[in-house]
């Protein structure tokens, strides 16, 4: 499988992303992400408009759009008002917030999404067997969770260690968030082979958030 255009797009994507973090680490600052944001649609848009070999791209992109439309109140009923707790706490007070997830991770999640799925696309294109390229990507999905919570947390956002202090950790992230987003992308050829675009968004969307509450649950109650 020859390396397109707009593979190496989405490699530039996740490069500048992580790197974003990588600084953010130190500085902390919510300008920073909204830079890398900005630089990746550009590149994207410019990549859309240009080459044919886009569609998986445009497609991932919407997808990755409906999930996260989504996945944001069950995201938001986990984090915040399950036994009327707040499970995390977001550290940039200025930023907008939809409804409580700064703008600006939002947003960078959405770019993550996005190069998620396609990653996917891409390896179901190489093997005849999609769930191959379903449990490389959840391997990559956890481990990415891992290293991004590790550096995010540190200026991006706090997990409220009082409240799940008996529950498992991976790093510094409570392990049944990278667990449910892996299991989430384990069950790709579910949303993908075939399906229509808006309903694999629905599907992806409603598993990422399912599998979060049902690991928070399996781990407080368990």
């Not at 490069?15 to 600052?29: D, E, H, Q, R, V």
């Not at 998620?116 to 093997?127: A, D, G, N």
Request: proline share 4%; hydrophobic share 55%.
């Amino acid at each position: 499988m020859a390396i397109t255009h707009t593979d190496k797009t989405v490699i530039i994507a996740s490069t500048t992303t992580f790197l974003t973090f990588l600084i953010n680490a130190k500085l902390g600052s919510i300008w920073l992400l909204y830079l890398n944001v900005l630089i990746i649609s550009g590149v994207f848009g410019f990549v859309l408009r240009r080459l044919d070999e886009s569609s998986n791209l445009s497609r991932s992109v919407i997808a990755s759009a409906i999930s996260l439309i989504i996945y944001l109140p069950l995201d938001w009923y986990i984090s915040q008002k399950v036994h009327q707790e707040h499970l995390i706490f977001y550290l940039s007070l200025n930023d907008i917030r939809v409804p409580t997830v700064p703008l600006s991770l939002l947003l960078t999640w959405l770019i993550a999404l996005s190069v998620t799925i396609y990653f996917y696309h891409r390896l179901s294109l190489k093997w005849r067997y999609p769930y191959i390229a379903a449990v490389i990507t959840a391997c990559a999905v956890f481990l990415s969770s891992v290293v991004f919570d590790r550096l995010g947390s540190a200026r991006l956002w706090n997990w409220n260690a009082s409240y799940l202090e008996n529950f498992p950790f991976v790093g510094t992230i409570p392990a049944f968030v990278p667990m449910a987003f892996s299991l989430t992308f384990l069950l790709s050829p579910y949303y993908f082979r075939g399906q229509n675009l808006i309903v694999a968004g629905l599907r992806c969307g409603l598993c990422m958030g399912a599998l979060q509450l049902f690991g928070f649950v399996l781990f407080y109650y368990f």
